[in-house]
């Protein structure tokens, strides 16, 4: 993990200093990286802002508990509003949280989302590091795509809008795997984790597990195994292994969520890739649908989105699309399919129960379910 000392947070969120170059990363990856350096000469001067304590204290009404729209194991998430009326989201680390590893998660989240910039990834405003740390965001009224598709109280999310979910997350997955300033593997997509703007245009937030990927890199070997039941992708669960295809199988769950409205892991604890996997290969997408749409949905949309939810969710990373081109699928009025027929023998390996694998794993892998946040309606910033 990276690790943002306390000093250079300083130089990074002041308005009167220089950019990046200020910025003091203690990280093995950086210390090999041989473009590093040239990287943070090239880094555009960042635009967020340093809040001061008070500031975000009388945004939140001296953090009431009314205004707590997030709750978690180590960071809490309030809406605030500013004194120019602008409504803000406040991810707070709880002062109880005594994990070094979780600050460090925490102010890496600082250093890998402040770089983003896409209309598909929530943008950083700025931070605060007096009296504790905090994030602040935008504030995204309409919550998470989880809280909308699994609210009972709520209408149902109508096609139209699944599928420009679909492909609006599927774009902001692009950019950080392909055209952010560096790869950026976000570990932890599912749909607690997509925020939704006014007019459902997805935005891909809670960047606490996220991992820059030097160019010279193929992937990460990384312990303790860190995610969520459900979304974990067989090579990282069972080696530790972790590259842009990890993102790609825990899209490809989400696409399922999308297309089904059924949660990741139900009631018996089945995942639901186990679920979707023997429906994708006898072809029968349409009993993948969501029964309450009523039939309401474009046939050819779901056909795309199908078969690209049965590429993402392969066993095997080898036969996993890039986003980029799952992307093309989703999109794309025709697809060759025959371009991603895998070899027979391949195919026996996709029928063995990786899935299963996620409940015998070892007590010490932090992917246990009470890691989770249980958010209000609202929003969520995280989960």
Same mark, same amino acid.
């Given at each position: 993990?990276?690790?943002?000392? $306390?000093?250079?947070?300083?130089?990074?969120?002041?308005?009167?200093?220089?950019?990046?170059?200020?910025?003091?990363?203690?990280? @093995?990856?950086?210390?090999?990286?041989?473009?590093?350096?040239? &990287?943070?000469?090239?880094?555009?001067?960042?635009?967020?802002?340093?809040?001061?304590? /008070?500031?975000?204290?009388?945004?939140?009404?001296?953090?009431?508990?009314?205004?707590?729209?997030?709750?978690?194991?180590?960071?809490?998430?309030?809406?605030?509003?500013?004194?120019?009326?602008?409504?803000?989201?406040?991810? !707070?680390?709880?002062?109880?949280? !005594?994990?070094?590893?979780?600050? /460090?998660?925490?102010?890496?989240?600082?250093?890998?989302?402040?770089?983003?910039?896409?209309?598909?990834?929530?943008?950083?405003?700025?931070?605060?590091?007096?009296?504790?740390?905090?994030?602040?965001?935008?504030?995204?009224?309409?919550?998470?795509?989880?809280?909308?598709?699994?609210?009972?109280?709520?209408?149902?999310?109508?096609?139209? $809008?699944?599928?420009?979910?679909?492909?609006?997350?599927?774009?902001?997955?692009?950019?950080?795997?392909?055209?952010?300033?560096?790869?950026? &593997?976000?570990?932890?997509?599912?749909?607690?984790?997509?925020?939704? $703007?006014?007019?459902?245009?997805?935005? +891909?937030?809670?960047?606490?597990?996220?991992?820059?990927?030097?160019?010279?890199?193929?992937?990460?070997?990384?312990?303790? +195994?860190?995610?969520?039941?459900?979304?974990?992708?067989?090579?990282?669960?069972?080696?530790?292994?972790?590259?842009?295809?990890?993102?790609?199988?825990?899209?490809?769950?989400?696409?399922?969520?999308?297309?089904?409205?059924?949660?990741?892991?139900?009631?018996?604890?089945?995942? +639901?890739?186990?679920?979707?996997?023997?429906?994708?290969?006898?072809? @029968?997408? @349409?009993?993948?649908?969501?029964?309450?749409?009523?039939?309401?949905?474009?046939?050819?949309?779901?056909?795309?989105?199908?078969?690209?939810?049965?590429?993402?969710?392969?066993?095997?990373?080898?036969?996993?699309?890039?986003?980029?081109?799952?992307?093309?699928?989703? &999109?794309?009025?025709?697809?060759?399919?025959?371009?991603? /027929?895998?070899?027979?023998?391949?195919?026996?390996?996709?029928?063995?129960?990786?899935?299963?694998?996620?409940?015998?794993?070892?007590?010490?892998?932090?992917?246990?379910?009470?890691?989770?946040?249980?958010?209000?309606?609202?929003?969520? +910033?995280?989960?």
């Amino acid at each position: 993990m990276k690790y943002i000392r $306390t000093n250079s947070l300083k130089r990074l969120f002041s308005l009167k200093r220089r950019s990046l170059e200020d910025v003091v990363f203690t990280n @093995e990856e950086e210390k090999h990286s041989e473009n590093s350096k040239a &990287v943070l000469e090239h880094s555009p001067r960042p635009s967020w802002k340093c809040f001061s304590f /008070k500031e975000i204290f009388d945004a939140t009404s001296g953090f009431n508990p009314e205004n707590l729209v997030g709750k978690g194991g180590y960071a809490e998430v309030y809406k605030g509003v500013l004194g120019n009326g602008e409504e803000i989201a406040i991810k !707070r680390l709880t002062k109880a949280c !005594r994990d070094e590893r979780k600050e /460090k998660e925490f102010l890496t989240e600082i250093g890998t989302i402040g770089h983003a910039c896409h209309p598909n990834v929530l943008s950083l405003l700025g931070c605060c590091i007096d009296n504790g740390l905090y994030l602040i965001f935008h504030f995204s009224s309409r919550g998470s795509v989880a809280s909308l598709l699994h609210d009972e109280n709520l209408p149902v999310m109508d096609w139209k $809008t699944r599928y420009k979910i679909a492909v609006g997350t599927a774009r902001g997955l692009h950019y950080l795997h392909k055209g952010c300033q560096r790869r950026i &593997v976000h570990r932890d997509i599912k749909s607690s984790n997509i925020l939704l $703007t006014a007019d459902f245009e997805p935005l +891909i937030s809670d960047f606490g597990l996220a991992k820059w990927l030097p160019s010279q890199w193929t992937h990460h070997s990384i312990a303790p +195994i860190e995610g969520t039941f459900g979304h974990l992708a067989p090579e990282y669960y069972m080696h530790g292994i972790v590259d842009e295809k990890t993102d790609v199988f825990a899209f490809g769950v989400f696409l399922l969520e999308i297309i089904s409205g059924r949660k990741p892991v139900d009631s018996s604890h089945q995942s +639901i890739h186990n679920w979707a996997k023997p429906i994708l290969s006898q072809g @029968e997408i @349409e009993m993948l649908v969501d029964p309450r749409l009523g039939g309401t949905y474009d046939v050819r949309q779901l056909k795309r989105l199908g078969f690209a939810a049965s590429l993402c969710i392969r066993a095997s990373s080898t036969w996993r699309p890039a986003i980029s081109e799952v992307l093309e699928v989703m &999109v794309e009025e025709e697809t060759d399919k025959e371009r991603w /027929k895998m070899p027979k023998e391949e195919e026996q390996v996709e029928l063995w129960g990786f899935e299963d694998l996620e409940y015998e794993c070892d007590s010490s892998f932090s992917i246990s379910p009470q890691d989770s946040i249980s958010t209000r309606s609202t929003m969520t +910033i995280i989960h």
